[in-house]
C-alpha cells in the first residue's frame, strides 16, 4: 500500500512538474558586452538600454519599423491653445515590480531625474522647462519654446518610482568623481515586463517574466539570461555547441558558416547607423598633407573627385560581406527626411575623378593622413583601407593612422583631424538631431561632432528653425533644403549603413531592431 | 632572518611605488576616458565641466600625489565603467583568478616535474623526443589558438564540456568557489589546461636539464657506489636538488599567471581581475586600470618574498651561511 501511494504522489509531482515546465521557456542571450549599470538615467548607451527595457519602461516605444508607439502613455499632443506644452495621458492600471501603483507623480520624479546634473540623459530634455502632474494620470511638459518634435526624445527614458527611489537615496544619480556607487547601479524596480532575479556584472543578469504587467498577452519567453561574452569567436561556439540560445553581435566573417549549419539561422536588418568620411573645412592649409599654400578638402572638385573614387558598392562586396547598405546620405532611411534621391550614389568613376583632380589644380595628387577607428564600427578599418586604395588611384597618397575608439574620439572632439572615419546613429529618427551636431557651426551646444568645422550661417539659422517650427509641412520642407545643400556641398562623404545579423536557433523568431536593441517580448518559438 | 625581511619590505614598497609612477605615465596616452562616460550628445560644454570634476585636467605629480594618497587610505575610487567601487570589483574577482591561476599551476608543476623526470631519466628513449616535440607546440601557439582549438574540440565537436563562463559558484563567505558544483569543475578544465602549457613546457625542460646535471656530480656517484637503490637516488637525492631553480621558477610564473590570464580569461569569459583589466583598458577605465597594476606590482612583491624564504628552508647551505655570518 505504501508503495502505491509513493507512485501516485510521484506521477502526480512528476504532472505538475512537467505542466510547470510546458509553459516556462528560457531564453539565453548573449552579446559583446555586459550593461554597464541599472541605474537607468545614468548611462545613455545602447547595450545598457536594450537591458533597461526589459525592466523599466518608457513613455513612448519604438517599433522595428521605427514608429513612435504608446507603452506607459497612451496619448500625448500638444496643449490646446499653447504649442509650449506637450500633454502625456498615461496608462492606468500599471504597477510597478515592489507594487507600487504607477501614477503621474513617478514621472514628473523620473523628467526631473532626468535633467538632473550627473545624468547622461539630460541633452535629450533640454527643451524641457518644467514638469508637472495635472492628476494622477496626466503629466505636462512645459517646453522652453515651441518643441514640435520633443516625444521623439521620450524613446529611452525610463520611469522609476519615487517612492523605491526616496527610500533608497536615489534622487542623485551616480556622480563619477564620488567614492561609492549607489543602490541603483545594482538593483532595479520598473514598470517593465521582467523583473531582475540577480545580477553578476560580466558574468550574467537573470529576469523573470513579471506576472502584473499591463500587457494583454504575456511574452513567450519566462526568464532571461543575459550573457556576457566578450570573445567574438567564443560567442559563436556558445550558439555552436548549445550553450546559448541567441547571439546578438555577430561577427561578420561567421556569418555564412553559422547560416549553413543545422539548427542555426541567422536574421539580418538595417541598422540605424551610418558609416561616413569626413574631412576639414576652412582655407587653413592641412597639417599632415604636403601641400602648404592651400586646403584641398576646401575645393568643391576635389571633393567630388573623391566621392567619385569612393566605390560603395565594391566595399559592400569585399569588405562588408554583403552586409551593407551603401548610401549617398549622411543618415540611416528610418529617419525623418531621408528620400530615396538623396539616398542615391554615383557609380564609381576613376578617370572623371582624376580629371577633376587636374581641374581643381592638383594634378599630382598631395598626401594626407586619414584617422580611423579599429575597435568600434563592423570593420571600421578595412573600411578605411579599401577608401585608401581607391584614394591612391586618384593621386591622394594616404597615411592611415588607426586607433582604438578611446584614442580616436579625443581627436574627433578637439578638432584635430584633418580626415576621418565615424559612425552616427540617430536616436531621435529626426534629421534635426544629425544637423545639430553634424552640420551646425561649432559652437557650445551645437557641431560636437562637426569635425571639419564646417561652417553655413544661412544653413545654421534654418537648423535652430528646426527647433522650434511647428508646422510639420514647412519644417519638413525647411529639413529637405537644408539636405540639398549639405549633400551639393559635400559636407559629409557617406559610405553606407551598417547592418545587423543576429544568429539564433532555428527554432527561435527575432526581428532585428534597428537601433539594436531587441527586446524579448517578441520572441516566439516555433516547432 | 628577521632584518632580512624587513629590508625585503622596504625594497618592495619602492617597487610598488615606481610601478604606480610607470602606470601613471602611461595612462595619459592610452585615451580620453571622459568620452566613454559620456553619450553621443553630450555637449563640448559637458565634456569639459566633468574633466574638470574629475580632475583630469590637474597637472601629473597632483593627480599621482591624490592617487597615491587615497591608496594609501585604501580608496581606489569608483570605475568610470561600472560605477562601483574599485577595491570591491578587484575583491570580488580575485578568486575566480586565483582558483584558475593554482589550478593551472598545479597541472604545470604535476605534469611538468613528472615528464622532467621522465625525459632526463630516459633521455634516448623515441617517446622522449615525442614528449619535446609537443611540448615545443605548447610554447609556440599562442594562448587563444589553444584555448579556441580546445573550445572547438570539446564544446562544440563533443559537446562534452562547457564553451564560456565558469559554471555555478557557492560563496563561502566572501570567497566565491567554483570548486564545489559539478559545473564549477567542468568549466574549470580548458582554462586551466589552456593556462597550463606553457608553464608545463617551462617546468619540464627546466627539471630535465637539472636533473640530467645532478646525475653527473659526484655525490650522486658516490651513493651509487655505495649501493643505495636508483629509486633512491633519483628522488631522494637528486630530485631535491633540482628544485631550488623549479621553485623559482614556479614562484615567478604563479605571479605572472595571477597578473596576466588575461587572454585566457577573455577567451574563456571567466569573471576574473584579467577580463576586467582587459575591459577597463577598452574604455579607458583609470581608476581600474590603476588599481589593478599596484595590485599585481603587490602580487610579485610577495611572492617574491615567499620564495626566497623558501629558499632558506629547503636549502641548507644559505641556513648555515646565514648562522654563521659568512
Redesign the interface.
Known amino acids: 500500500m505504501h508503495s502505491s501511494l509513493t507512485r501516485i504522489a510521484a506521477a502526480l509531482v512528476a504532472t505538475t512538474m512537467l505542466a510547470g515546465v510546458a509553459n516556462a521557456e528560457t531564453l539565453r542571450w548573449a552579446r559583446a558586452s555586459d550593461s554597464l549599470t541599472l541605474d537607468p538615467h545614468s548611462q545613455n548607451q545602447g547595450v545598457t538600454h536594450t537591458l533597461g527595457h526589459h525592466i523599466y519602461e518608457t513613455l513612448l516605444d519604438r517599433d522595428v519599423d521605427g514608429n513612435l508607439q504608446p507603452r506607459l502613455a497612451t496619448e500625448w499632443y500638444l496643449k490646446e491653445g499653447d504649442p509650449t506644452v506637450w500633454v502625456f495621458k498615461l496608462r492606468e492600471g500599471v504597477t510597478f515590480h515592489n507594487g507600487n501603483p504607477f501614477t503621474a507623480d513617478d514621472v514628473v520624479f523620473s523628467i526631473e531625474r532626468a535633467k538632473s546634473e550627473h545624468s547622461n540623459m539630460r541633452q535629450l530634455h533640454a527643451e524641457v522647462e518644467s514638469v508637472s502632474a495635472v492628476d494622477d494620470y496626466t503629466v505636462e511638459f512645459q517646453m522652453v519654446g515651441p518643441a514640435p518634435i520633443y516625444p521623439n526624445n521620450v524613446t529611452n527614458t525610463f520611469i522609476m518610482d519615487r517612492e523605491w527611489s526616496e527610500e533608497h537615496d536615489l534622487q542623485e544619480v551616480q556622480d563619477f568623481a564620488a567614492g561609492e556607487s549607489n543602490y541603483a547601479v545594482l538593483n532595479a524596480n520598473g514598470t517593465g515586463p521582467y523583473v531582475l532575479t540577480s545580477r553578476e556584472v560580466d558574468v550574467q543578469t537573470v529576469l523573470t517574466a513579471y506576472e502584473d504587467h499591463w500587457a494583454e498577452e504575456a511574452p513567450q519567453v519566462t526568464e532571461i539570461i543575459y550573457l556576457p561574452i566578450a570573445d567574438a569567436a567564443t560567442r559563436v561556439a556558445a550558439l555552436l555547441s548549445g550553450d546559448v540560445d541567441l547571439v546578438q553581435d555577430v561577427p561578420v566573417q561567421d556569418i555564412e558558416r553559422l547560416s549553413s549549419t543545422d539548427g542555426i539561422k541567422v536574421e539580418s536588418g538595417p541598422e540605424n547607423r551610418v558609416i561616413y568620411f569626413g574631412y576639414r573645412f576652412g582655407e587653413e592649409p592641412l597639417k599632415s598633407s604636403n601641400i602648404t599654400d592651400s586646403n584641398p578638402f576646401n575645393n568643391p572638385l576635389v571633393r567630388e573627385a573623391m566621392e567619385l573614387a569612393l566605390d560603395r558598392d565594391a566595399i559592400r562586396q569585399v569588405v562588408m560581406r554583403g552586409n551593407s547598405i551603401p548610401t549617398g546620405i549622411a543618415t540611416p532611411p528610418f529617419v525623418n527626411g531621408w528620400t530615396e534621391e538623396l539616398d542615391a550614389y554615383p557609380p564609381a568613376n576613376v578617370e572623371r575623378a582624376r580629371e577633376l583632380m587636374a581641374e581643381a589644380g592638383y594634378p599630382d595628387g598631395f598626401t594626407v593622413t586619414l584617422d580611423t577607428p579599429n575597435n568600434r564600427y563592423v570593420n571600421d578599418e578595412a573600411i578605411s583601407t579599401a577608401f585608401v586604395g581607391m584614394l591612391g588611384q586618384i593621386g591622394i597618397q594616404v597615411t592611415l593612422a588607426s586607433r582604438p575608439i578611446a584614442e580616436h574620439s579625443p581627436l574627433i572632439l578637439a578638432n584635430e583631424t584633418d580626415f576621418y572615419l565615424l559612425g552616427w546613429g540617430v536616436p531621435t529618427f529626426d534629421s534635426a538631431y544629425v544637423f545639430n551636431d553634424l552640420v551646425h557651426s561649432k559652437t557650445e551646444t551645437h557641431g560636437t561632432y562637426n569635425v571639419g568645422l564646417y561652417s553655413n550661417p544661412e544653413l545654421d539659422e534654418k537648423i535652430i528653425s528646426l527647433g522650434t517650427e511647428t508646422d510639420l509641412d514647412v519644417r519638413n520642407q525647411t529639413i529637405a533644403e537644408i539636405w540639398e545643400v549639405v549633400k551639393a556641398d559635400r559636407v559629409l562623404l557617406p559610405v553606407h549603413n551598417q547592418v545587423l545579423n543576429y544568429a539564433m536557433r532555428e527554432n527561435i523568431n527575432l526581428a532585428v531592431h534597428p537601433e539594436d536593441q531587441p527586446r524579448m517580448t517578441t520572441v516566439t518559438f516555433s516547432e | 632572518m628577521l632584518a632580512f625581511i624587513l629590508r625585503r619590505l622596504g625594497q618592495s614598497v619602492l617597487v610598488m611605488l615606481v610601478v604606480a609612477f610607470i602606470a601613471f605615465m602611461v595612462f595619459r596616452y592610452?585615451?580620453?576616458?571622459v568620452?566613454?562616460?559620456?553619450?553621443?550628445?553630450?555637449?563640448?560644454?559637458?565634456?569639459e565641466e566633468?574633466r574638470g570634476?574629475?580632475?583630469l585636467n590637474d597637472p601629473f605629480y597632483v593627480q599621482f600625489a591624490r592617487f597615491v594618497g587615497n591608496a594609501l587610505q585604501g580608496?581606489f575610487?569608483?570605475s568610470?565603467?561600472?560605477?562601483?567601487?574599485v577595491s570591491q570589483l578587484i575583491l570580488e574577482r580575485l578568486p575566480a583568478t586565483i582558483e584558475l591561476a593554482f589550478a593551472s599551476s598545479f597541472i604545470a608543476l604535476v605534469f611538468g616535474v613528472m615528464l622532467g623526470i621522465y625525459t632526463a631519466l630516459k633521455p634516448r628513449a623515441f617517446s622522449t623526443a615525442v614528449v619535446m616535440t609537443i611540448s615545443l607546440v605548447g610554447v609556440s601557439l599562442p594562448t587563444?589558438l589553444i584555448g579556441?582549438g580546445l573550445?572547438?574540440l570539446f564544446?562544440?565537436e563533443l559537446?562534452v564540456l562547457?564553451?564560456?563562463?565558469?559554471g555555478e559558484v557557492v560563496n563561502l563567505g566572501w570567497w566565491r568557489t567554483g570548486l564545489l558544483t559539478e559545473s564549477g569543475w567542468r568549466s574549470l578544465i580548458l582554462p586551466a589546461i589552456t593556462l597550463s602549457l606553457f608553464q608545463l613546457t617551462l617546468i619540464m625542460r627546466l627539471v630535465r636539464a637539472e636533473m640530467l646535471e645532478v646525475m653527473r656530480t659526484d655525490y650522486i656517484r658516490f651513493a651509487r657506489a655505495r649501493g643505495l637503490s636508483q629509486r633512491a637516488i633519483n628522488f631522494g637525492h637528486a630530485l631535491r636538488n633540482t628544485l631550488v631553480p623549479v621553485i623559482t621558477i614556479a614562484g615567478l610564473q604563479l605571479g605572472s599567471v595571477i597578473a596576466f590570464a588575461i587572454i585566457t580569461e577573455?577567451?574563456?569569459?571567466w569573471?576574473g581581475v584579467g577580463?576586467?583589466f582587459?575591459?577597463s583598458v577598452?574604455?579607458?577605465d583609470v581608476p581600474v586600470m590603476a588599481a589593478y597594476l599596484v595590485f599585481v606590482a603587490l602580487v610579485f612583491v610577495v611572492i617574491n618574498l615567499i620564495v626566497d624564504i623558501l629558499y632558506f628552508i629547503v636549502d641548507p647551505r644559505l641556513r648555515d651561511g646565514a648562522r654563521t655570518g659568512r
Not at chain 2, 162 to 166: D, E, I, L, N, Q
Open positions: 592610452v585615451g580620453d576616458p568620452v566613454s562616460m559620456v553619450g553621443q550628445d553630450a555637449t563640448i560644454g559637458d565634456i566633468l570634476r574629475l580632475g580608496q575610487g569608483i568610470y565603467r561600472l560605477q562601483q567601487p587563444f579556441i573550445i572547438y564544446a562544440v559537446q562547457p564553451s564560456f563562463g565558469r577573455t577567451v574563456f569569459q569573471p577580463s576586467l582587459v575591459n577598452q574604455v579607458v
